[in-house]
């Protein structure tokens, strides 16, 4: 099993475009989600899916989109991007949401913005 | 809305001793607390999850601790060694068990 994957690794950007995070699993999890990671700031949940066609917003939801048209795929979309969007960029999975869940998470997108 | 306090950004020690991290925190009492280990340039890894009935977890030189009277969670290495040095995560789900939230963490440098 490949576990959560993440394309691409590195990305770099300018101001204005428009850009798809890809993130994968293939462990049938049902819950999947995104986070940000900024240094003193730690790690900050964007969007959740609890299922194949049910989205959320998660503490800093402002500037990006989420589908989960399929149980394995969960992209991030970055509509106009901004130098405030520069992070490292992580994608998460666990089988259901559940307090007792522990997630799996992706090797990491980082982003720059310029 | 929950929140999650680790109190120091960095601890270091020297190999073989015992390294202590904590984990405070409020608004809610969570039936389980999570720990977690992140390497540079790496996704974070779970290492042990604790429930509100259970006082202390143990997995090979890991201790955790849950003590929901003072909202504190102990991370405990023993023995460490350099091989031990990373970031360590501590989290909680919401109430609803929708979002796993993460304190900033704790790096841990342990020095031969």
């Known amino acids: 099993n490949a576990g959560v994957t993440q394309t691409p690794k590195f990305q770099v950007l300018k101001t204005g475009q428009s850009m798809t995070l890809q993130c994968a699993q293939d462990m049938n999890h049902e819950y999947m989600s995104w986070y940000r990671q900024d240094p003193g700031m730690g790690l900050r949940l964007i969007h959740y899916s609890v299922g194949a066609g049910i989205t959320d917003q998660g503490e800093v939801p402002n500037g990006y989109n989420v589908s989960r048209s399929t149980t394995e795929d969960f992209p991030l979309r970055l509509l106009s991007a901004a130098p405030s969007q520069t992070s490292v960029y992580f994608c998460?999975?666990?089988?259901?949401?559940?307090?007792?869940?522990?997630?799996?998470f992706g090797s990491g997108t980082q982003l720059s913005v310029l | 809305s929950q929140k999650i306090e680790q109190n120091s950004e960095a601890l270091n020690i020297q190999e073989g001793k015992t390294a202590t991290l904590t984990c405070n925190y409020t608004n809610y009492s969570p039936a389980y607390l999570q720990w977690y280990r992140q390497d540079p340039g790496r996704g974070p890894v779970f290492l042990l999850l604790?429930?509100?009935?259970?006082k202390e977890k143990r997995k090979e030189r890991l201790k955790v601790t849950f003590d929901t009277t003072l909202k504190q969670s102990l991370f405990h290495i023993t023995a460490s060694q350099p091989a031990d040095s990373a970031t360590y995560l501590c989290a909680l789900f919401n109430q609803a068990g929708t979002a796993l939230i993460f304190g900033k963490g704790t790096t841990l440098s342990v020095s031969s």
């Open positions: 604790i429930r509100e009935n259970e």
């Open positions: 998460a999975s666990t089988r259901r949401g559940g307090t007792n869940e522990k997630l799996f």
